[in-house]
C-alpha cells in the first residue's frame, strides 16, 4: 500500500476509534486537549512530510509511532488544568469583603485592574425573573441566595460590567453586560492571560429564565435552590458546569457549544428527555434510555408531571447529563 494513503488511513481509523470508545464509556477525554496539544498535529504533519518519499522499514515505523504517540496525547493526556487562552482564576468573596480572600491557583491576585458590585432589588410582586448574561472571557459562578433580588461581586483585569434593568408587568428583566468584550489582557509577569471573575446570587422566590451567550468561558452555576423555567446557553470554547434541581412544570434547557466541555446533573427523581445534534460531539447520559435517533429519556418519563428538557448541540464537545 503507498505511504500517503496508508497514513491518512491510519489517522481516520485511530479517530474513528477513539470517538467509538469515549461514546460506549471505554474512555473518557476532554476536547480541550485538542486545544493544549495542538502543536503535536504540526509534529506528526511535518514528520510524514520530511519522510514523505522514504519507503523504509525504519522510516514507515517512525510516522506511524509519530501518529499513535500523538493521538494518545490527545486523547489520553490529563491537561484540563491549564488553559490555552486565559489563565484560570477562582474567586472567593466571602461575607466581610476580605480582599485577601482572592487566589489564583495558589497565588494571590490584588486587586489593581478593578473590581465592582451590582445589586438589584427584590419586591413580592416580581413573579419572573429573568437574567440575561453576555461576555467571554470571564469565569461565571452561581452558588450561593440572596434576599436581594440580584447580586454581582466582580473582579475584572480588563473591560468592565454594566447591570441595566426593565420591568413589563410581573416579568423583571437583568442585562448583564461586559461593554468592552476583548479577549482578555496579557500578564507579562506570570505569561498568562487574565480572565474576568463574576460571583452571582439570586433570590430564590422568582420563577427564573436565564439566557447565557459567551465567548470562550467557565462557567459553574449551581441552580438547585431555585425555580428555573428556562436556560438558554449559547457559548464558544470552555467548560460549563450546570446543577438544577426539582423542574417545574416544564423546565427547558438549551445548549449550543463549540469545543467545550459540558456537564448537567439533575436529581435522580426528575424526570428528563434528552434530545441531541452534534455530528462530533461525544456524551456520556448516565441513567437514560434512547428511545429514538438522538433522544433520551429517564424512566417513566412519559407520566411525570414535572418535566426537564434537555436540547444539545456542538461541535467538538464533549456532552454529560448525570443524576444526582
Known amino acids: 500500500m503507498k505511504s500517503n494513503k496508508l497514513f491518512p488511513g491510519v489517522v481516520l481509523i485511530l479517530i474513528g476509534l477513539m470517538f467509538m470508545l469515549r461514546n460506549y464509556g471505554f474512555l473518557h477525554f476532554h476536547f480541550w486537549n485538542l486545544f493544549y496539544l495542538w502543536p503535536i498535529i504540526i509534529v506528526i504533519i511535518g514528520i510524514n512530510l520530511i519522510f514523505a518519499n522514504n519507503r523504509s522499514t525504519w522510516a514507515t515505523v517512525l510516522k506511524l509511532g509519530v501518529i499513535v504517540v500523538g493521538f494518545g496525547l490527545l486523547f489520553f493526556g490529563n491537561f484540563s488544568n491549564h488553559n490555552p487562552f486565559w489563565g484560570r482564576y477562582s474567586y472567593h ?112 422566590n422568582p420563577e427564573w429564565d436565564i439566557n447565557i451567550a459567551t465567548g470562550a468561558t467557565d462557567l459553574d452555576f449551581d441552580l438547585s435552590k431555585y425555580k428555573v423555567r428556562k436556560l438558554d446557553l449559547a457559548g464558544g470554547a470552555g467548560a460549563f458546569k450546570i ?69 444539545i448541540k456542538g461541535g467538538m464537545s464533549s456532552f454529560s447529563v448525570k443524576r444526582y
Open 93 to 204: 468573596v466571602d461575607d466581610d469583603d476580605d480582599d485577601d480572600d482572592n487566589y489564583s491557583e495558589g497565588r494571590r491576585i490584588t486587586k489593581l485592574e478593578g473590581a465592582s458590585v451590582f445589586t438589584e432589588n427584590y419586591t413580592d410582586s416580581i413573579r419572573v425573573a429573568q437574567l440575561n448574561i453576555s461576555g467571554g472571557a470571564t469565569t461565571y459562578k452561581l452558588n450561593d441566595t440572596t434576599n436581594q433580588l440580584f447580586s454581582a461581586n466582580t473582579q475584572e483585569y480588563f473591560g468592565n460590567y454594566q447591570l441595566t434593568t426593565n420591568k413589563n408587568d410581573s416579568l423583571y428583566v437583568l442585562n448583564f453586560k461586559m461593554r468592552d468584550n476583548s479577549k482578555g489582557r496579557f500578564d507579562w509577569n506570570d505569561g498568562h492571560k487574565k480572565s474576568n471573575i463574576a460571583m452571582f446570587k439570586l433570590n430564590v
Open 243 to 311: 446543577k438544577f434541581g426539582q423542574p417545574l412544570t416544564t423546565t427547558n434547557v438549551d445548549i449550543s457549544t463549540g469545543a467545550s466541555d459540558v456537564d448537567i446533573d439533575i436529581p435522580n427523581t426528575a424526570a428528563c428527555r434528552i434530545t441531541r445534534s452534534s455530528a462530533f460531539s461525544s456524551s456520556d447520559f448516565e441513567g437514560f434510555t434512547k428511545v429514538g435517533d438522538g433522544a433520551y429519556e429517564t424512566p417513566g418519563f412519559a407520566n411525570a408531571t414535572n418535566k426537564i428538557y434537555i436540547k
